[in-house]
C-alpha cells in the first residue's frame, strides 16, 4: 500500500546542532508539505513543495530549510536547533493542487534541550 | 490571508449523546475546501469529512455531519451517537480551491472527551 512515512518517530537534539527530520512518501504526490503543531496553535505550515526543485515558505519558516531533489522526499533541516523549536512536526502530501485530500505522516516529536 | 478559529479548546459530551464542534473561517475567496480532521492520541491526523464550498448541501459521513453557513463562514461538526473512541483533538481547515496554490490552514483544535 501506498503510504507516508517520517523519520525518526521520536528525537533529541541540543541547542545549535543541525537536524534533518526525514519524510518520504510512495503515492507520487506532486505536493508534499511540512507542519509543526503547538498546544494553542493548532498546526502551521513551514514549508512545502508543488514538485521537484520547487519549495516555498509557510507561516513559520525561519531557522527551516528543504529541498525537493526527487517526487519521493521532502526533508526539513533545522540549521541550528533552538528549544523553540521543540515540537510535533508532521508531513503531508496530496497528488496535486486541485484536489481535495491530503494525507499526513505518523509525526515526529523533536525535543530540543 | 485566510484564517480559522476554533472558539472551544476543549468539549465533553457523554457516550450515545450528540456534540457540535465550532468553527468559524475568514476568507475573501467564492470557492474552497473545509475540513475536520480527527487527531487520537496516536497523532495520526485522520480526514473526518470535507466540504466543497460551491455545495449548498451539508456533508455527511455516517455519525458525523457539518452545518455548513457560507454567507456567515461557519463549518460546525456534529457528531451523534458520541462513542468512547470519537475522544481525540478536532481540527477544522481550510483549504483554497486553486491551480496555483495548495495550502491547508488549520484551527487551533478542540480537545472532545466523552464519558461513559
Known amino acids: 500500500d501506498a503510504e507516508i512515512t517520517q523519520s525518526p518517530r521520536h528525537k533529541i537534539t541540543e541547542t545549535g546542532r543541525q537536524v534533518t527530520l526525514a519524510c518520504h512518501q510512495t503515492?507520487?504526490?506532486?505536493?508534499m508539505f511540512w507542519y509543526r503543531q503547538d498546544l494553542g496553535h493548532g498546526l502551521r505550515l513551514i514549508h512545502y513543495?508543488?514538485?521537484?526543485?520547487?519549495?516555498n515558505k509557510g507561516e513559520v519558516s525561519d531557522g527551516y530549510s528543504v529541498s525537493r531533489s526527487n517526487t519521493e522526499d521532502l526533508p526539513l533541516t533545522l540549521e541550528s536547533a533552538a528549544s523553540s523549536q521543540t515540537s510535533v512536526y508532521f508531513c503531508?502530501?496530496?497528488?496535486?493542487?486541485?484536489?481535495?485530500?491530503?494525507?499526513f505522516g505518523q509525526g515526529t516529536r523533536l525535543t530540543v534541550v | 490571508a485566510q484564517t480559522v478559529t476554533q472558539s472551544q479548546p476543549e468539549m465533553s459530551v457523554q457516550e450515545a449523546e450528540t456534540v457540535t464542534l465550532s468553527c468559524t473561517y475568514d476568507?475573501?475567496?467564492?470557492?474552497?475546501?473545509l475540513f475536520w480532521y480527527k487527531q487520537p492520541p496516536s497523532r495520526q491526523m485522520i480526514l473526518v469529512i470535507r466540504?466543497?464550498?460551491?455545495?449548498?448541501q451539508n456533508a455527511t459521513e455516517n455519525r458525523f455531519s457539518v452545518n455548513f453557513q457560507k454567507a456567515a463562514k461557519s463549518f460546525s461538526l456534529k457528531i451523534s451517537d458520541s462513542q468512547l473512541g470519537d475522544a481525540a483533538m478536532y481540527f477544522c481547515?481550510?483549504?483554497?480551491?486553486?491551480?496555483?496554490?495548495?495550502?491547508?490552514?488549520f484551527g487551533t483544535g478542540t480537545r472532545l472527551q466523552v464519558f461513559p
Open positions: 503531508a502530501s496530496s497528488r496535486d493542487r486541485m484536489n481535495t485530500e491530503a494525507f
Open positions: 503515492w507520487n504526490h506532486n505536493n
Open positions: 513543495s508543488y514538485g521537484v526543485q520547487d519549495t
Open positions: 476568507t475573501s475567496e467564492s470557492d474552497y475546501y
Open positions: 466540504q466543497e464550498a460551491y455545495k449548498q
Open positions: 481547515a481550510y483549504r483554497t480551491r486553486s491551480y496555483n496554490t495548495d495550502k491547508l490552514i
